[in-house]
Nanobody, 124 residues
Framework: QVQLVESGGGLVQAGGSLRLSCAASGRTFSGMGWFRQAPGKEREGVSCISKNESNMKYVDSVKGRFTISRDNAKNTVYLQMNNLKPEDTAVYYC???????????????????WGQGTQVTVSS
C-alpha cells in the first residue's frame, strides 16, 4: 500500500551528525515516526511527528540532540541527529501511521507501514 524509502545512514564519529530521510509514496499526509533497534535489544521509538505537525515527541535519550521535521510537498520526513553517541548505533526505521490518526506516539502499535531500515553506526 505505502512504500517508505529511508536514506542517510552511515558511519560517523561520536559528536558528529547525520540526517535521515524517509520518502513516502502517495500524497496523503499522516503521522510518522522513527524507530531504532540495536543488536540484542528491543525496538524503541525515537521520535514522531503528527499529521498536522502539532505534536512532536522524542525519547528522553535523544532530546536536545535529534530533531524531526517533514516536508509535505516532498512527502518526506527527516530526522536530524546531532551530537551522536555510540549508544545511538542501531538500525533506524521509518514508520507511518494511518491517515486518520491525528497524533503520534513512540510505541510501535498503530504503525502499519515500515521502511527497510538504514544502519547508523557511531564510533567512539
Amino acid at each position: 500500500q505505502v512504500q517508505l524509502v529511508e536514506s542517510g545512514g552511515g558511519l560517523v564519529q561520536a559528536g558528529g551528525s547525520l540526517r535521515l530521510s524517509c520518502a513516502a509514496s502517495g500524497r496523503t499526509f499522516s503521522g510518522m515516526g522513527w524507530f531504532r533497534q540495536a543488536p540484542g535489544k528491543e525496538r524503541e521509538g525515537v521520535s514522531c511527528i503528527s499529521k498536522n505537525e502539532s505534536n512532536m515527541k522524542y525519547v528522553d535519550s535523544v532530546k536536545g540532540r535529534f530533531t524531526i521535521s517533514r516536508d509535505n510537498a516532498k512527502n518526506t520526513v527527516y530526522l536530524q541527529m546531532n551530537n551522536l553517541k555510540p549508544e545511538d548505533t542501531a538500525v533506524y526505521y521509518c514508520a507511518r501511521l494511518d491517515t486518520q490518526m491525528m497524533g503520534c506516539w513512540l510505541e510501535d502499535g498503530g504503525y502499519d507501514n515500515w521502511g527497510q531500515g538504514t544502519q547508523v553506526t557511531v564510533s567512539s
